[in-house]
């Protein structure tokens, strides 16, 4: 018997650079994608854990249909909670990991109506491991898009946007276990890419 998720999900790798010609679109690749509880443990149980990975990798786990870039159409609008843990000796990676990943294919990380979860990363970094959720939207207008397009098409109110993105905030925050005096931020892709690389400035903070 096989228990279905309630979306197809794709787990991607990032490879580290080998050398200096090495671009972003050589490295991301595409592994497997899988719909049930019982393919998601035969992929979990024959993969590296995070904890073996050399730096500069990354594990995405992303609905099916959407690449884990800000290019993506899904992406585009969107942005990240994220929380970066700079002690990499004393946490378990491993852990945190899974229960993030469990928490998006078992879509605890936000009302079935929000359809703000895009996917979960984790990258390896020599000064720490982040862990990420992108969302589809940063609660802000979309250029170019008319008053209550705040949420691609939900018609939706800045406000309303900005509390269902806080909502998945508190909810990650507690699935990373983390303290009430550390900080879990959001920060749009666009900001990111912009600033060539994921440490824009937050927005939001929970
Ligand atoms: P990162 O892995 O998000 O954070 O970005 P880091 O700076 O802590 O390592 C590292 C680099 O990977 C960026 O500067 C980009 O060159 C590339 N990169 C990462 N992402 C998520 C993307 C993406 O979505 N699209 C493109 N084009 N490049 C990306």
């Not at 990380?109 to 990363?121: P, T, W, Y």
């Not at 990258?123 to 008053?147: E, L, M, Q, S």
Request: proline share 4%; charged share 30%; glycine share 10%.
């Amino acid at each position: 018997v096989k228990h279905p998720l309630s979306n197809r999900w794709t787990l991607w790798f990032t490879k580290p650079a080998s050398g200096k010609g090495d671009n972003w679109n050589d490295l991301l690749k595409e592994v497997i994608t899988f719909e049930s509880v019982e393919e998601f443990w035969g992929v979990y149980n024959n993969i590296a854990p995070v904890s073996d990975l050399a730096l500069k990798s990354d594990y995405h786990l992303f609905k099916e249909g959407v690449r884990p870039e800000w290019e993506d159409p899904q992406n585009k609008h969107g942005g990240k909670w994220s929380y970066q843990f700079k002690d990499k000796r004393s946490v378990n990676i491993d852990e945190l990991w899974l229960h993030t990943m469990l928490a998006a294919i078992g879509e605890t990380l936000e009302d079935e109506e929000d359809g703000e979860v895009m996917g979960v990363v984790v990258n390896v970094r020599k000064a720490f491991y982040r862990i990420g959720v992108w969302t589809r939207t940063t609660g802000r207008h979309i250029p170019g898009r008319g008053d209550g397009d705040i949420a691609g098409g939900k018609g939706r109110s800045a406000e309303k946007g900005k509390e269902i993105l806080m909502a998945i905030g508190r909810r990650f925050k507690a699935v990373l276990k983390l303290p009430p005096n550390e900080m879990l931020e959001f920060s749009g892709h666009t900001d990111s890419a912009h600033s060539g690389s994921t440490r824009a400035k937050a927005k939001m903070v929970v």
